[in-house]
């Protein structure tokens, strides 16, 4: 009966039910992992597994007791629909929430089709759902990574109901395990204070992780999590769920363990003060939610995602990366055109490819002297670089670096002319008190007008300036006062198409100007989602430089981004550590300085020269190589990883003790993914000048095989010491 009523309504649709009962399994699958959906008798979509991969086809039949309870097979399945909509049997967390135009808030999907076809580095599936009562379609998308064993999801709703009907839940996709316990593993922090990594059991009921904050949106947990599948994420072992969301705004992710403990997993943009309304036609396209499933523990994750993003979706994922000399912490708002011209000869001096000028640079009626004015004018202040910016590229060109610059182009202070004209392009209330964050205000990105302009700054500074070689593209504001002029009744809408004008903007800056590097900055961390950085070639981890700190922040953004895409910076944090500590810290990303030469003791700089050719020699092995973490700021007082190249003939140890306990026990550094079959020669690089290598191993040659199985003995007593090592197979 209700398959003839499926395809009475297939055919009213226009869609050919003939498939339901064809197309009965959808299979998505990497090199390593399965995720089986089925048709259900009802008509209906489940998923059926999602694990290891399975050897055989035949085996895929026989997952359907998940949906055809032996108990009472007259019920309809409860649970592990793909796209629970609200309002139905299943009584636990909706992936789908809508309310119609005459005010039914149940959705009620069905299959009607499904296909694939290749793209680039996997296979994509698309699936077609749609309502039995209302002209309500959902279309969900799946995209395999074979080789990277990566599953990338997102949904597309749309209707054509008469009215506008009301989206109260949207989410990317839902997921299922049936596993004996989960424990999260959370990033959660602050300013200066990214990626802090906890660990928690979840139990019956719920646990959200969300953010409110709409721009600078990451700034107190990051959209990404673990989910260690019966005992807690663990780097080498273990079964582990990672996740992320590529959205730069409210994200959630919500864990659901429910009454026979089975755990639903439900990335989303947050719906919070988002009930969105759509209109007839309009589709609803969710961020895209990223996950692998590995059984190898969170290290081997890491490098799926790190392969992953450099592959297809970092921007420039596959090209090198400029090493460069900022000024923020060394002169914050405080320059002019000589220091400029200084640090620029400072630039050329220290051997990086460029000299990044930092937020300052900007505004004459209200001038860029302190974050109290002047953002949103966009033009040189005269008085402070008289030359303007074209002066200090040519002082770049002349001394043979490039020449970068900060902006914060989504941003306004009260104070400035751009507010002056138009304050209804912030984003503020027109009826209550005004409250800021940094004494500014984020403008509506909602507004087509405002995107034009936004897109304008970068658009008018590069057509002046053909020289900028770079942007550092800030956010320090989360949105404050939601309330936006130009959605006037459709309020619902603000949080998440702010965002999207944000997007509509960095796509046309990539459109246009493909070859500038960009990096993403949010107040240190707070922006670092896989849909900006289709835009942006790296991200800015933390304002946190000092290089304690930074291995905890580092070891956090690793377990989800490659190096390459990790801004790490030396600086005058922690003066109490060494310039090289702090160097090797930073080393071990995308390297960058942030200092006064002239405060450095003169084999002080000589070092940081030497460190410099160092990493650029070996920046293919370090950014584009395999990497390995070796050994836990969080379950040691040191940290190690490695990286090995792709041919396995180069490596590089870092190794650090951080505060290591009196006579605690020392044991060897194995290093991973060597060739076990390569003799390898040791080599100490980085050192001190006039110093030499207190390792024994340094200048010997070994075995892979030895080296991964035996290990060498890198660490010591000292607080705050390091070692990078080279590996070189002869
Ligand atoms: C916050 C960034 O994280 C800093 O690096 C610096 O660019 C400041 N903003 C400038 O205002």
């Known amino acids: 009966m209700k398959n003839f009523f499926i395809t009475a309504l297939g055919l009213f649709w226009g869609f050919q039910c003939a498939e339901a009962a064809e197309e009965k399994i959808i299979r998505i699958s990497t090199d390593n992992t399965d995720l089986v959906l089925q048709v259900a008798e009802n008509g209906r979509l489940y998923q059926t597994y999602l694990g290891e991969k399975l ?152 646990k959200v992780v969300d953010t409110k904050l709409g721009s600078r949106a990451a700034m107190h947990t990051q959209p990404f999590f673990m989910v260690g599948l019966e005992a807690p994420a663990a780097e080498n072992q273990g079964e582990v769920l990672m996740g992320t969301l590529g959205w730069t705004g409210n994200f959630s992710f919500t864990f659901e363990v429910d009454n026979v403990g089975n755990l639903r997993v439900i990335p989303a943009i947050n719906p919070n003060a988002s009930v969105y309304e759509l209109q007839k036609g309009e589709v609803f396209t969710t961020p895209e939610f990223i996950f692998t499933l590995s059984n190898k523990g969170t290290g081997e994750g890491s490098r799926r995602f790190q392969n992953w993003a450099r592959n297809y979706q970092l921007k420039d994922g596959k090209g090198t990366r400029l090493t460069l000399l900022n000024n923020w912490e060394n002169t914050g708002f405080d320059f002019n055109q000589n220091i400029l011209v200084d640090l620029i000869k400072e630039t050329k001096e220290l051997g990086v490819d460029m000299f990044l000028l930092d937020d300052g640079w900007f505004g004459n009626k ?187 922040i580092q070891w956090g953004f690793s377990q989800f981004f490659p190096a390459k895409a990790m801004c790490a910076h030396v600086t005058s944090w922690n003066k109490n550590t060494s310039i090289k500590f702090r160097t090797d810290m930073a080393s071990m990303c995308k390297l960058g300085f942030d200092i006064g030469l002239k405060e450095m003791a003169a ?90 290598s207190t390792l024994e191993a340094d200048g010997e040659l070994f075995s892979g095989d030895y080296l991964m199985k035996v290990g060498l003995d890198v660490f010591g007593f000292r607080p705050t010491q390091s070692h990078v090592i080279e590996l070189t197979a002869e």
Not at 372 to 381: F, R, S
Not at 625 to 638: A, D, F, I, M, T
């Open 55 to 206: 050897l055989h086809e035949s085996d895929l039949k026989k997952l359907d007791w998940q949906i055809h309870p032996a108990s009472d097979a007259s019920v309809s399945p409860r649970g592990w629909e793909v796209c629970s909509g609200s309002g139905n049997e299943d009584f636990f967390e909706p992936a789908l929430g809508v309310t119609h135009a005459d005010g039914n808030a149940s959705t009620w999907l069905y299959y009607v089709s499904s296909s694939t076809k290749a793209v680039e580095g996997g296979t994509q599936t698309d699936i077609h759902l749609r309502d039995d009562e209302y002209p309500v379609n959902v279309t969900l998308h799946y995209v395999a990574y074979e080789k990277e064993d990566v599953i990338k999801t997102w949904s597309e709703i749309s209707h054509q109901e008469k009215k506008p009907v009301q989206l109260f839940r949207y989410a990317s996709t839902m997921l299922y395990f049936n596993r004996p316990a989960y424990y999260l593993t959370e990033f959660s922090g602050d300013w200066a204070k990214e990626v802090q990594m906890s660990t928690q059991k979840l139990e019956f009921g719920k």
């Open 603 to 692: 084999e002080e700089l000589e070092y940081c020269q030497l460190a410099v050719a160092n990493w650029k020699r070996l920046q293919p092995v370090i950014l584009d190589g395999v990497q390995y973490r070796l050994v836990s700021p969080y379950e040691s007082n040191h940290m190690a990883v490695n990286y090995v190249s792709q041919d396995a003939s180069k490596g590089v140890v870092f190794a650090y003790d951080i505060y290591p306990r009196f006579q605690e026990k020392l044991l060897p550094l194995k290093v991973k993914g060597l060739d076990p079959n390569k003799m390898y020669r040791v080599k100490e690089i980085n050192l001190m000048p006039g110093t030499e």
């Open 366 to 552: 209200y001038k860029r002297s302190s974050d109290t004015a002047g953002l949103g004018d966009w033009d040189v202040t005269a008085d402070k670089l008289p030359d303007g910016i074209n002066a200090l590229v040519e002082a770049a060109e002349k001394e043979g670096v490039k020449f970068g610059l900060w902006i914060e182009p989504e941003m306004v202070n009260p104070k400035s002319e751009l507010f002056e004209k138009h304050p209804d392009w912030a984003i503020h209330y027109p009826n209550r008190e005004t409250y800021y964050y940094r004494n500014q205000l984020v403008l509506d990105l909602s507004n087509p007008k405002v995107q034009d302009y936004v897109y304008g700054i970068v658009d008018k500074l590069l057509k002046e300036n053909p020289g900028i070689a770079y942007f550092k593209w800030d956010c320090n504001s989360p949105i404050t006062n939601i309330y936006s002029s130009y959605l006037k009744g459709a309020q619902g809408r603000l949080y998440i198409d702010h965002v999207r004008g944000v997007y509509n903007v960095m796509k046309r800056v990539k459109e246009n100007y493909p070859d500038v590097p960009m990096m993403l900055c949010s107040g240190g961390g707070a922006r670092c989602d896989y849909e900006a950085l289709k835009y942006f070639t790296e991200f800015w981890c933390s304002d946190n430089t000092d290089p304690v700190e930074r291995a905890y």
